[in-house]
């Protein structure tokens, strides 16, 4: 089974930085406005909510000061991916024409499909490297993807390709990449520390498939019956396994039968209540008959 995943994804990142002196804390008024930057961008992007800390390369075991890909810490880079993931999510093309470098090449089908299965991107961390020449950058974007319907987010990995346009503004790459870059970002896909990424990722989304029946019926749905997980996807692979190709008429059909399995387990939760609420009566009851009949 396919081991990918939509580029899914929004990210949350509230960073206010404070001093503390014994009892006194003091944060000084351009950490105050990075904030409120960061609050502003987190609350126009609800689909994605990042994750501060560099969780998944710890998971993988990579020493991010002896690797060339590493968490990115930059405001710019985070801000583009997070716009292009919620852009993607909410089929916004007026937005995402202004951040990637060709929208005509975007498919909106597959997009809208997208949209009615994806609600959110969780956990959403940036992985880059310098790209081919300077001023591109070689992305990894991993994220947990969370499902109408379902409990369990499902992780993924996916690469972007980040270029610097004429005017100096950061772009996702949807143009035609060069054979030159082609072959820089298969040689990255085949680096040491990529692969444990991948592998980590892989191990996490066989974790979540065992441990959720729920969301094995649903991935083996999305990928033709078969809930395993394919171990020599690449990470644009990963992105796009779950809906590729898939119509807004195929994705009702996942949807409704996700919500139909969250309508059945409320259906048979209100089921036990009703029948201990029930058995609970019939006890009181049982009592008071008990109680008048001893006094008789």
């Given at each position: 089974?396919?081991?990918?995943?939509?580029?899914?994804?929004?990210?949350?990142?509230?960073?206010t930085?404070?001093?503390?002196?014994?009892?006194?804390?003091?944060?000084?008024?351009?950490?105050?406005?990075?904030?409120?930057k960061e609050?502003?961008?987190?609350?126009?992007?609800?689909?994605v909510?990042?994750n501060?800390?560099?969780?998944?390369?710890?998971?993988?075991?990579?020493?991010?000061?002896?690797s060339k890909?590493?968490k990115d810490?930059?405001?710019?880079?985070?801000?583009?991916?997070?716009?292009?993931?919620?852009?993607?999510?909410?089929c916004?093309?007026q937005?995402?024409?202004?951040?990637v470098?060709?929208?005509?090449?975007?498919d909106?089908?597959?997009?809208q499909?997208k949209?009615?299965?994806?609600?959110?991107?969780?956990?959403?961390?940036?992985?880059?490297?310098?790209?081919?020449t300077?001023g591109e950058?070689?992305?990894?974007?991993?994220s947990e993807?969370?499902?109408?319907?379902?409990?369990?987010a499902?992780p993924?990995?996916?690469?972007l390709?980040?270029v610097?346009?004429?005017?100096?503004?950061?772009?996702i790459?949807l143009?035609?990449?060069?054979?030159?870059?082609?072959e820089?970002i298969?040689k990255?896909?085949?680096?040491?520390?990529?692969k444990k990424?991948?592998?980590?990722?892989?191990?996490k989304?066989?974790?979540?498939?065992n441990?959720?029946?729920?969301?094995?019926?649903?991935?083996?749905?999305?990928n033709?019956?078969?809930?395993?997980?394919d171990?020599?996807?690449m990470?644009?692979?990963?992105?796009n396994?779950?809906?590729?190709?898939?119509?807004?008429q195929?994705?009702?059909?996942?949807?409704?039968?996700a919500?139909q399995?969250?309508?059945?387990?409320?259906?048979?939760?209100?089921?036990?209540?009703?029948?201990?609420?029930?058995?609970?009566?019939?006890?009181?009851?049982?009592?008071?008959?008990?109680v008048?009949q001893s006094e008789?």
């Open positions: 089974m396919k081991f990918k995943y939509k580029k899914i994804i929004l990210m949350i990142t509230m960073c930085m404070c001093i503390g002196m014994v009892t006194i804390s003091l944060t000084s008024p351009s950490k105050n406005n990075a904030a409120k609050q502003e961008q987190t609350d126009a992007n609800k689909f909510v990042m501060t800390g560099a969780k998944i390369l710890k998971e993988a075991g990579v020493d991010e000061k002896k890909i590493k810490a930059t405001t710019e880079v985070n801000e583009l991916i997070m716009n292009y993931l919620n852009g993607m999510l909410t916004d093309l937005s995402l024409s202004k951040i470098t060709n929208v005509d090449n975007i909106v089908e597959e997009m499909a949209r009615s299965l994806i609600e959110q991107y969780q956990n959403v961390e940036c992985l880059i490297m310098d790209g081919y300077k950058y070689l992305a990894y974007v991993y993807l969370k499902f109408t319907g379902i409990d369990t499902a993924g990995l996916n690469r390709y980040i610097t346009d004429k005017d100096g503004n950061l772009k790459e143009s035609l990449i060069k054979q030159e870059v082609q820089f298969a990255a896909d085949e680096c040491e520390n990529v990424i991948i592998d980590t990722v892989n191990y989304l066989e974790e979540a498939i441990n959720d029946p729920k969301f094995r019926a649903f991935y083996a749905k999305l033709g019956g078969s809930d395993e997980v171990k020599e996807a990470p644009d692979d990963t992105e396994a779950q809906t590729e190709g898939l119509t807004e195929q994705t009702d059909g996942v949807s409704e039968s919500t399995q969250q309508a059945e387990g409320e259906s048979e939760n209100t089921t036990v209540q009703q029948s201990e609420a029930e058995s609970e009566t019939q006890s009181e009851q049982q009592t008071e008959e008990n008048t008789q």
